[in-house]
């Protein structure tokens, strides 16, 4: 689905990310942890194309990602769900409206009732009508997720969901991503923080990869 | 949790703004193609009215010539007759006919005024010649003419004509080219004002790109934008323009050169085409602005 080999990227001073070698299984989930300027939101966004290696071979839905054109890379992320940290709305429109852009931009719209049954979902019926910047840290990280996953994507990439939230939201959203991967989403989740990745493995079948030395590995058992 | 069933957009959805309304710096747009269009309408008229001007002299003067004769009181009539005889005999002269006093004191009075005793002075005679289709040889015409009648003189205007119908025909070029570089620069302007729009909207074509949307989809909402604009913008210009043209002074018989400006018959059609154009300027405009800058973002 997702396939790195021998990744490297390097910004103009040394390399961030080098020799990444992994494949992320349909219906799989990760972690991908590390310290804070590791390369977590690097490797995401080598993994949906914002960003093309320096090195090695990165493939998108078996394409390589060097030969997608513009369009292409604009279809792909039809696919693939990403949850920002900084949510990025566009906050003249309404949350609904924001939640539907993945639509929107198609020349497409979703079912009204289907779009509440998702509000619904992430508990954000009620704020429908409100605009971005009226809402929580925490609604804007579920409108955010319920955004990513409108076009019902094979992969939901989450770059530190729970960052800007306390403990008790930071579960009902890890809670929402562990149903998104019961519904067989391939899902990774970038994130520091380790309770959330414990609390996680109770509930789904979780790997853990850890970004240390420009290398990202699969962390053994033991947290 | 089910997942929306996807559909084909509503007109609402549609026309959703994605991006955000520009404020009051989107009038700047605006009010400048309309005063350039106006400007516009303007040249238009100046270069329809000067190719207008330049036909009418050369047509006017092409087609006449005078002879005029000087000579002595007794040699008047008879070298009069000699020229009317050469006329006659000459090939591609349509008519002639020699200005009696009456008309000749006609020509003279503006200047001289009423009750002139034109018999008294050495005026010379003018003898009218209107060309005809083929024209006559001008140069054999002075050979016979200087033989049969030595005081005559055959005045063909083309001294004058031709300097006249070159200034008007410039005058046209100076129009169109004024039109030319008036579009050109509201191609300038239309550009930077949608650089300027597109990168203060950096940020939201950052998202559009993140949620999968083309490149053209976004370009798209940027172009209709700048074209929509541009369209008000000259229509108004045009309608002003047209309406100025329309409140000057009517054009007097002799067809004076200022008040000549404006528009006549199917003349009143080109302005409209103005709109259309600044539009289309503005399309292209965008368009390419908005794909080179998209190019930059991934």
Redesign the interface.
């Known amino acids: 689905m997702i396939a790195f080999e021998n990744v490297a990227y390097s910004y103009g001073g040394g390399d961030l990310l080098s020799d990444v070698t992994l494949r992320l299984a349909p219906g799989s989930f990760h972690f991908l942890t590390g310290p804070s300027g590791a390369g977590k939101s690097t490797f995401l966004k080598l993994a949906y194309?914002?960003?093309l290696p320096t090195a090695g071979r990165v493939t998108l839905f078996d394409r390589d990602v060097t030969t997608l054109s513009?369009?292409d890379?604009?279809?792909t992320?039809?696919r693939i769900g990403?949850v920002?940290q900084d949510c990025?709305?566009?906050?003249?429109?309404s949350v609904a409206?924001n939640m539907?852009?993945?639509?929107?931009?198609?020349?497409?719209?979703?079912?009204p009732q289907?779009?509440d049954?998702?509000l619904a979902?992430v508990g954000l019926r009620h704020l429908a009508d409100a605009l971005p910047p009226q809402l929580s840290g925490g609604e804007r990280q579920r409108a955010a997720l319920a955004?990513a996953?409108?076009?019902?994507p094979d992969v939901i990439l989450a770059d530190e969901p729970t960052g800007n939230v306390d403990w008790e939201m930071s579960l009902r959203i890890l809670t929402l991503l562990v149903?998104l991967n019961k519904?067989g989403k391939t899902i990774v989740v970038a994130t520091h923080d380790l309770n959330l990745i414990r609390q996680a493995k109770a509930q789904v079948q979780a790997r853990v990869l850890r970004i240390a030395k420009h290398r990202v590995q699969l962390a053994g058992a033991d947290l | 949790m089910r997942f929306p069933r996807a559909k084909p957009a509503s007109p609402a959805t549609r026309a959703l703004q994605v991006v955000p309304p520009s404020g009051p710096t989107a009038w700047l747009a605006t009010f400048t193609a309309g005063a350039m269009t106006f400007l516009c309408v303007f040249a238009l008229a100046l270069s329809l009215a000067s190719g207008r001007l330049a036909d009418r002299w050369s047509e006017a003067l092409a087609r006449t010539a005078t002879i005029r004769l000087s000579a002595p009181a007794e040699q008047m009539e008879i070298q009069t007759a000699a020229i009317l005889s050469v006329l006659a005999t000459t090939p591609g002269i349509a008519s002639y006919r020699a200005l009696d006093e009456a008309e000749t004191r006609a020509l003279l009075e503006p200047w001289f005024g009423p009750g002139l005793p034109v018999e008294a002075l050495p005026i010379p005679r003018l003898i009218e010649v209107v060309e005809g289709d083929p024209g006559y040889d001008s140069q054999g015409l002075r050979q016979r003419l200087a033989a049969e009648a030595p005081g005559a003189l055959l005045d063909d205007h083309t001294r004058w004509r031709r300097p006249l119908a070159e200034a008007a025909e410039r005058l046209r070029i100076l129009g169109v080219l004024s039109i030319a570089l008036i579009g050109a620069a509201m191609a300038a302007m239309i550009t930077l004002a949608a650089r300027a729009a597109l990168a203060t909207n950096a940020e939201v074509i950052r998202v559009l790109r993140l949620v999968g949307a083309r490149d053209s989809y976004i370009a798209r909402a940027f172009v209709r934008r700048f074209t929509l604009r541009t369209l008000a913008g000259s229509a108004v210009g045009t309608a002003a323009g047209m309406a100025g043209v329309a409140a000057l002074p009517a054009a007097d018989a002799a067809g004076g050169f200022l008040t000549g400006l404006g528009f006549t018959g199917a003349g009143w059609l080109w302005p409209l085409v103005l709109p259309l154009l600044a539009a289309l300027v503005a399309f292209l405009a965008t368009r390419r602005a908005a794909f080179q800058k998209l190019r930059e973002l991934t």
Do not use: G, N, Y
């Not at chain 1, 539907?100 to 079912?111: G, N, Q």
């Not at chain 1, 996953?149 to 019902?152: G, K, L």
């Open positions: 194309a914002e960003l513009r369009d890379v604009a279809r992320r039809r990403i920002h990025k709305f566009l906050d003249h429109l409206a539907a852009l993945p639509f929107t931009v198609s020349d497409r719209e979703s079912d289907d779009l049954e998702l979902w955004r996953v409108i076009v019902d149903e519904m």
